[in-house]
């Protein structure tokens, strides 16, 4: 897994970040930053979001050499409104060495700047290693910042991230099932498979009937931390590899499929960082882990399954197979009386279209669990949406042959239908499920191109709430 990088040492010699605001730039300029005030209107700097200027010693009149500092903008309010992590932008303009914030940030924008700095130290070498090794520059954490919330969020998504951007033939359910057991290990958790056609002697009939069509072998994974505490249930869709099946999507749409477990991948980070905290709290988690792949043992178009919980499915699209495994599992997950259950899952392009790449849309069948993890998106810089368990909607989702349809004709409401289709599955009265998209297509702030979780740090902030924990 690749190294979250080290916060720098509290008594460490460290060059100043100043962090300074568009509109305050000229009253900084006339006070303490007036030795550079000339420096900056030379170079054009007007402390846009993330905009970085090293300070030279030489400039201040002094005669001295070398570097004293640097200014990184802020912006103004509707730039720092559209964008999250301006200051991470720093890390890549900064030499490396010790550096710690000078300016007046709240302490959320302290936050916020510490843990987009963590972010966007990450690097993706797996396949391609740098020839030289470039040291990164380090960030001092400053006074009242919560440094091991942030380290513990850092390294989750770092996994999340990693999971996530390793393609197929090296993240197949075998190397994920490594993977996951490895998390177990870490922490002293528990964990376990079931594996191929023990899916079917034990009751999964629908993860084994998406999967069995693969090279490599269906299996959930179940993973049990912690004895005391209210309990919380994730589910991650973990989908390896989507061809669609016989309902087989185009090349072009295949290109991204490695990310289809992205939701087993998110589970699997918040884990990491619930379980690095030590929060007072039982969890489970559970990833059905599978490849959609096309052969003679494909289940086919019209084919109908009958689930763990005894519902029986219209295999109306093949390439409609995530909330099919995700079924099963949900029904396993609430067979723990009183449980928190929540699902992740790259689940539909249906979602993106309504809220793009960055926002990930949420369900909630209680108020007061949709008004916590509202709070934790902010609180956790993790940006949701809530959309609603439209039970009007119902209806399109009984074909009339059987008790469900996997996919709906029409093309109306995809997102809300397929968690109209989860909840059939749902016994608890406090359920949530995230349809997250997985994947940065375009380099931001703090979030490089590539693999990307969504939601786990608005759970992690909500789960005192949410749990009364």
Same mark, same amino acid.
């Given at each position: 897994?690749?190294?979250?990088?080290?916060?720098?040492? +509290?008594?460490?010699?460290?060059?100043?970040?100043?962090?300074?605001?568009?509109?305050?730039?000229?009253?900084?300029?006339?006070?303490?930053?007036?030795?550079?005030?000339?420096?900056?209107? +030379?170079t054009?700097?007007?402390?846009?979001?993330?905009?970085?200027?090293?300070?030279?010693?030489?400039?201040?009149?002094?005669?001295?050499?070398?570097?004293?500092?640097?200014?990184?903008?802020?912006?103004?309010?509707?730039?720092?409104?559209?964008?999250?992590?301006?200051?991470?932008?720093?890390?890549?303009?900064?030499?490396?060495?010790?550096?710690?914030?000078?300016?007046?940030?709240?302490?959320?924008?302290?936050?916020?700047?510490?843990?987009?700095?963590?972010?966007?130290?990450?690097?993706?070498?797996?396949?391609?290693?740098?020839?030289?090794?470039?040291?990164?520059?380090?960030?001092?954490?400053?006074?009242?910042?919560?440094?091991?919330?942030?380290?513990?969020?850092?390294?989750?998504?770092?996994?999340?991230?990693?999971?996530?951007?390793?393609?197929?033939?090296?993240?197949?359910?075998?190397?994920?099932?490594?993977?996951?057991?490895?998390?177990?290990?870490?922490?002293?958790?528990? *964990?376990?498979?079931?594996?191929?056609?023990?899916?079917?002697?034990?009751?999964?009939?629908?993860?084994?009937?998406?999967?069995?069509?693969?090279?490599?072998?269906?299996?959930?994974?179940?993973?049990?931390?912690?004895?005391?505490?209210?309990?919380?249930t994730?589910?991650?869709?973990?989908v390896?590899?989507?061809?669609?099946?016989?309902?087989?999507?185009?090349?072009?749409?295949m290109?991204?499929?490695?990310?289809?477990?992205?939701?087993?991948?998110?589970?699997?980070?918040?884990?990491?960082?619930?379980?690095?905290?030590?929060?007072?709290?039982?969890?489970?988690?559970?990833?059905?882990?599978?490849?959609?792949?096309?052969?003679?043992?494909?289940?086919?178009?019209?084919?109908?399954?009958t689930?763990?919980?005894?519902?029986?499915?219209?295999?109306?699209?093949?390439?409609?197979?995530?909330?099919?495994?995700?079924?099963?599992?949900? *029904?396993y997950?609430?067979?723990?009386?009183?449980?928190?259950v929540?699902?992740?899952?790259?689940?539909?392009?249906?979602?993106?279209?309504?809220?793009?790449?960055?926002?990930?849309?949420?369900? *909630?069948?209680?108020?007061?669990?949709?008004?916590v993890?509202?709070?934790?998106?902010?609180?956790?810089?993790?940006?949701?949406?809530?959309?609603?368990?439209?039970?009007?909607?119902?209806?399109?989702?009984?074909?009339?042959?059987?008790?469900?349809?996997?996919?709906?004709?029409?093309?109306?409401?995809g997102?809300?239908t397929? *968690?109209?289709?989860?909840?059939?599955?749902?016994?608890?009265?406090?359920?949530?499920?995230?349809?997250?998209?997985?994947h940065?297509?375009?380099?931001?702030?703090?979030?490089?191109?590539?693999?990307?979780?969504?939601? +786990?740090?608005?759970?992690?902030?909500?789960?005192?709430?949410?749990?009364?924990?």
């Open positions: 897994m690749t190294a979250v990088p080290a916060l720098a040492d +509290a008594d460490a010699t460290s060059l100043p970040l100043h962090v300074v605001a568009s509109e305050d730039l000229p009253a900084w300029c006339a006070g303490p930053g007036s030795e550079w005030a000339q420096w900056l209107a +030379a054009g700097f007007e402390a846009g979001l993330g905009d970085v200027r090293l300070l030279p010693g030489s400039v201040a009149g002094s005669g001295g050499a070398g570097l004293v500092g640097a200014i990184v903008g802020l912006g103004r309010a509707p730039a720092r409104a559209r964008s999250r992590f301006g200051v991470a932008k720093a890390v890549a303009s900064l030499p490396a060495g010790d550096w710690h914030l000078s300016g007046a940030l709240t302490e959320s924008q302290a936050k916020e700047a510490v843990l987009g700095w963590l972010l966007a130290s990450y690097r993706f070498d797996r396949y391609r290693p740098a020839k030289k090794s470039a040291a990164l520059p380090r960030l001092k954490l400053p006074a009242g910042v919560d440094g091991e919330t942030l380290l513990a969020m850092a390294e989750g998504e770092y996994l999340t991230r990693d999971l996530i951007n390793t393609p197929a033939n090296d993240m197949g359910p075998d190397e994920l099932q490594a993977a996951f057991f490895g998390l177990a290990q870490r922490f002293g958790a528990t *964990a376990s498979a079931i594996v191929g056609h023990d899916l079917l002697a034990q009751n999964f009939p629908m993860i084994h009937a998406v999967g069995r069509a693969a090279a490599r072998a269906p299996r959930l994974l179940d993973m049990r931390w912690g004895r005391e505490g209210p309990q919380l994730l589910v991650g869709k973990g390896c590899f989507d061809t669609g099946g016989l309902d087989i999507k185009p090349s072009s749409s290109l991204l499929m490695k990310k289809d477990m992205g939701g087993a991948a998110t589970v699997m980070g918040l884990a990491l960082m619930i379980m690095r905290l030590g929060l007072p709290l039982r969890l489970r988690v559970l990833v059905p882990a599978v490849e959609n792949s096309v052969s003679g043992a494909a289940m086919r178009p019209r084919d109908i399954l689930s763990r919980r005894g519902l029986t499915v219209e295999v109306n699209n093949t390439d409609a197979e995530g909330r099919l495994v995700l079924g099963d599992a949900l *029904a997950a609430c067979e723990d009386e009183g449980a928190t929540i699902s992740m899952a790259t689940l539909t392009g249906a979602a993106r279209v309504a809220v793009g790449p960055d926002l990930a849309p949420y369900f *909630a069948n209680d108020p007061a669990m949709a008004a993890i509202e709070a934790g998106a902010a609180a956790g810089f993790d940006p949701v949406w809530r959309l609603p368990f439209w039970d009007a909607y119902e209806p399109l989702i009984e074909p009339g042959i059987a008790d469900l349809d996997n996919a709906p004709s029409g093309g109306f409401a997102a809300i397929a *968690a109209l289709f989860l909840r059939r599955f749902v016994s608890t009265p406090r359920y949530a499920h995230f349809d997250i998209y997985g940065i297509p375009s380099e931001l702030p703090g979030r490089p191109k590539g693999g990307a979780g969504q939601g +786990a740090r608005a759970i992690l902030y909500a789960l005192p709430d949410m749990l009364g924990l």
